[in-house]
């Protein structure tokens, strides 16, 4: 609280809080609400709309701010407020307030941060949920660690190359909800604004300090090979989920994100250009992306696992061919598949139920679900067990059978019939807890007897209609109805008089409600530490579950690229070590969902010795840009495993992919255009290497005419003499193919247009060769440009055409004469007007008298207009 805080003894209690909770915000229970104060309850009402209202006076007879929201509903808040970033700590009361002396005593129970989440309602979807830790050692080195505690996946390695945009680069397929930072010799502002700038949506913190190795979880390997200051993303990130998530810290399990650690190197930039699993253009977040398109998953896990793979593919050559073996086999299953597909799509996401069960936020019926899923699960083995079946499956086959102990624990404790969702008992089965059940059997005994005293008390005093009920006041009660009031014996004592009745109560029953009592709370308690103590059990197998959760997601990510192959057309491409690029017949994977049969194939063929530069030129809407992605999606399916849209395909390994795309990703971002194209290019020549795969959209467009045109050229002589990286550039410079074909590695292409009297025809064919014209004033005739607007800008055309505006290499004088000429007609020169006077001056006509005064006048206007500082009259 800022202002000068108004003091009572709760808010002294919620302000002791704030301090040991520095950086959350505090939801402290207050009776049926959670409630905040002073700023922070300025900002809960702001952030979810609820109202602010103020608490007090206090003794001094001050006022202060106050916000809260009902208990009940705390669940749905907290998703909201995570959602936008926040840190919230839980304060509960941890005593009854009935029996409290004084102030109740209320503890943090509960911390909920973006990343370390494992309720469905927050998570909002099967997609992993990152938590991750990057430390830069100020030399430029850097390394990560990234958890999804969900499932139990902890990813670390080095940074994909020098600096920030080398960690940038590895976090970015990742996409984190929280990331920790720690910069070890400078402050971290160039981390924090970098990690700000790709991740706007993710929560930041700076990151605590490491915890000690032995306290990392067991199934970290002693010696991981991983350098020191891999080591220590590791042991932050493990400090953050000590303090976050302690119950969950010893489940997680070290997992590679490639074979040997290597991947397929996309950046921030290529993911979006690529739009792999979030559209490019924020004003249509729904747009179409890669991952939708091809996701033919049927379960939780397996949708993750795809996501994962195509921002992941593979970097190795071994590791692909595996998994395009099992492709391949499952493919070949035909209609086999399909049954498969459907035995898949019966288990459910076991991976977060049990992350849900360490971290104890799991209703009692989630075991039962979670029993039934590994069951599921258990079931396809038998589906994949086959003599043929590569190594891939043979593995996940293994993989699948939760461990015996943990399905015996399962079937001995819990009963037959899967609670309700919502029903929180009975939780065991009879005869798992004989303490449990020894108390169940003293209430039943009790409730038994009950119904025997009913019967024997109406008997005994001939009250036909005696009845015994039950009301949370009074606890039970014999009920007699007036008719019958002469009959109630003398040891009765009246309780309770409603309208129509009198109520009674006898020492018996007595005796028995407080027998009925002790044995429901004996069985409350009794179940409640058996319960905790099956769930210690269970937790030895949570890694376990998340294994056979990965297996799930393998299998179905597998089966999912099957089904492309059988249903899309899909081919097997070959993999190799080679640097060649051969597409037959390649298709846009999402263009050609959208476009069908009006969908153009295309070839590609580019190879590291030989011709490995292809530029593009040709009108806009030509098909330019399509085709570009088109080549760079067909490579990362290719080493993702998958098999791609084509009727051929050979892909020498790709060890990076860049891209660089339009200029919309300028906006909103405080750069010019150019600018950002510039760096980004920048960035591209730096750091691409002859097995890298780049690609060039509009190189040097956000700029005048003469600079985008040389930056242009001296990009491609850089990539074709230097880099020697496959590329393919498409330029608005038909300037430059003339140049291209000086070089012996590049190739000019343009996608065919047929002109045609009514306008425009775009064939999208790929042609071997360049265009000469840009068609721009065509493509502004389709776009409904009035005609004599076209008209002139024809003219004009044509005119600029005449007078070759060329590089200057080619006809550079006449552009440096125009230049010149323009300098010369200098409109600030001062001195003009007095040129032209003396000019108009005629000595022969006039009087010597008349010269003499002309002649002053015009020496004092030479004087004045010479600049300070000149000579003195
Ligand atoms: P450019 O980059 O040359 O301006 P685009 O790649 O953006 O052109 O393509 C423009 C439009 O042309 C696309 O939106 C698509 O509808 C169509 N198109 C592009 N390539 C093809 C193709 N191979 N087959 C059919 N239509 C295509
Ligand atoms: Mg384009």
Redesign the pocket.
């Known amino acids: 609280m800022s202002e000068a805080a108004p003091s009572t003894p709760l808010l002294d209690q919620y302000a002791g809080v704030k301090a040991r909770y520095p950086g959350h915000l505090v939801l402290f229970r207050v009776g049926d609400f959670f409630e905040t104060f002073g700023d922070d309850a300025r900002l809960l009402s702001r952030e979810l709309d609820v109202v602010l209202t103020a608490r007090g006076p206090d003794a001094r007879g001050d006022r202060v701010p106050m916000a809260g929201v009902p208990h009940h509903a705390v669940e749905t808040y907290l998703a909201r407020l995570v959602g936008k970033g926040y840190k919230v700590a839980l304060c509960d009361q941890v005593e009854d307030a009935r029996f409290a002396k004084g102030l109740v005593r209320r503890e943090v129970t509960r911390v909920v941060t973006p990343g370390t989440v494992v309720e469905d309602r927050i998570l909002g979807g099967p997609d992993h949920s990152f938590l991750a830790c990057v430390v830069a050692d100020g030399d430029g080195a850097g390394a990560f660690a990234a958890v999804d505690i969900t499932t139990g996946d902890w990813f670390h390695g080095p940074a994909d190359g020098p600096d920030v945009d080398g960690l940038l680069s590895a976090l970015a397929p990742l996409q984190p909800r929280e990331i920790l930072w720690h910069d070890v010799r400078t402050d971290g502002a160039a981390l924090a604004g970098g990690l700000r700038r790709e991740h706007p949506s993710a929560r930041l913190e700076t990151a605590p300090p490491p915890l000690a190795e032995a306290e990392l979880p067991a199934a970290f390997p002693a010696e991981t090979g991983a350098g020191p200051l891999v080591v220590e993303a590791d042991r932050r990130l493990a400090a953050y989920l000590r303090a976050t998530q302690p119950r969950l810290l010893p489940h997680l399990a070290l997992v590679a994100r490639g074979p040997g650690g290597r991947r397929l190197v996309l950046d921030a930039k290529t993911l979006r250009h690529l739009e792999i699993v979030r559209p490019m253009n924020p004003d249509d977040p729904r747009g179409p992306t890669l991952l939708d398109r091809l996701d033919e998953t049927v379960t939780p896990p397996g949708r993750r696992t795809l996501a994962f793979w195509l921002t992941n593919p593979l970097a190795d050559l071994r590791a692909i061919g595996e998994r395009q073996d099992a492709v391949e086999h499952l493919r070949a299953r035909g209609a086999g598949l399909e049954t498969l597909r459907r035995a898949l799509s019966e288990v459910p996401d076991v991976a977060r139920t049990a992350s849900r069960i360490a971290g104890r936020r799991s209703r009692p019926g989630e075991l039962s679900a979670l029993r039934a899923g590994l069951a599921a699960a258990a079931r396809l083995v038998p589906r994949l067990a086959d003599p043929g079946a590569p190594p891939v499956l043979e593995r996940i086959a293994r993989s699948l059978a939760a461990p015996p102990a943990l399905v015996e624990l399962l079937r001995a404790a819990l009963p037959d019939a899967a609670l309700e969702p919502g029903d929180d008992g009975p939780r065991f089965r009879a005869g798992y807890a004989p303490e449990v059940d020894g108390w169940r059997s003293r209430e039943s005994a009790a409730l038994a007897a009950l119904a025997a005293l009913e019967r024997t008390e109406a008997e005994r005093t001939g009250i036909r209609t005696l009845k015994i009920g039950y009301n949370q006041v009074f606890g039970y009660y014999l009920e007699v109805t007036r008719p019958h009031l002469a009959r109630v014996p003398a040891d009765w004592r009246r309780r309770q008089t409603v309208a129509q009745a009198e109520r009674y109560t006898t020492d018996r029953l007595e005796a028995l409600e407080r027998e009925v009592r002790e044995a429901r709370e004996g069985a409350e308690e009794a179940e409640g530490a058996a319960w905790e103590q099956f769930l210690t059990e269970v937790d030895r197998h949570v890694a376990a579950v998340h294994a056979v959760a990965r297996a799930v997601g393998e299998l179905d990510a597998l089966a999912a690229f099957a089904r492309l192959a059988q249903t899309r057309g899909y081919v097997r491409p070959t993999v190799d070590a080679s640097r060649g690029l051969v597409i037959r017949d390649g298709?846009?994977p999402v263009?050609e969902q959208?476009?069908g049969a009006?969908?153009?194939?295309?070839d590609t063929e580019l190879d590291g010795a030989g011709e490995r530069l292809l530029v593009?030129t040709?009108?806009?809407?030509?098909?330019?840009?399509?085709?570009?992605?088109?080549v760079g999606l067909l490579v990362l399916l290719a080493q993702s495993g998958s098999f791609v849209p084509a009727r051929f395909a050979r892909v020498g390994l790709v060890t990076k992919l860049f891209t660089r795309m339009g200029f919309t990703d300028a906006i909103g971002r405080g750069k010019s255009s150019f600018l950002v194209e510039m760096s980004e290019v920048a960035e591209i020549l730096r750091d691409a290497d002859d097995r890298s795969l780049v690609l060039l959209?509009?190189v040097g467009r956000g700029t005048s005419t003469f600079d985008g045109l040389a930056l242009a050229w001296a990009i491609l002589r850089h990539l074709h003499d230097v880099t020697r990286a496959r590329s393919v550039l498409?330029t608005h410079y038909h300037q430059l193919t003339e140049l291209i074909a000086a070089l012996p590695g590049a190739r000019n292409a343009h996608?065919a247009v047929r002109e045609e009297p009514g306008g425009l025809v775009?064939l999208?064919?790929l042609v071997p060769g360049s265009t000469d014209r840009s068609l721009g004033v065509h493509v502004a005739r389709l776009a409904g440009i009035p005609d004599d607007v076209l008209d002139e800008a024809d003219r004009l055309l044509r005119r600029l055409e005449a007078d070759g505006v060329r590089l200057p290499s080619a006809r550079g004088k006449r552009a440096a004469r125009y230049t010149q000429a323009v300098l010369l007609a200098d409109p600030a020169d001062s001195e003009a007007p007095l040129r032209a006077e003396l000019d108009r001056l005629d000595p022969e006509r006039l009087a010597p008298e008349e010269l003499r005064a002309a002649l002053r006048a015009l020496q004092a206007r030479a004087r004045s207009s010479r600049p300070p500082g000149g000579d003195a009259p």
């Open positions: 298709r846009h263009l959208d476009l009006a969908f153009v194939p295309n593009l040709g009108p806009n809407m030509s098909g330019k840009s399509t085709y570009m992605r088109q959209d509009e498409a996608l775009f999208h064919r």
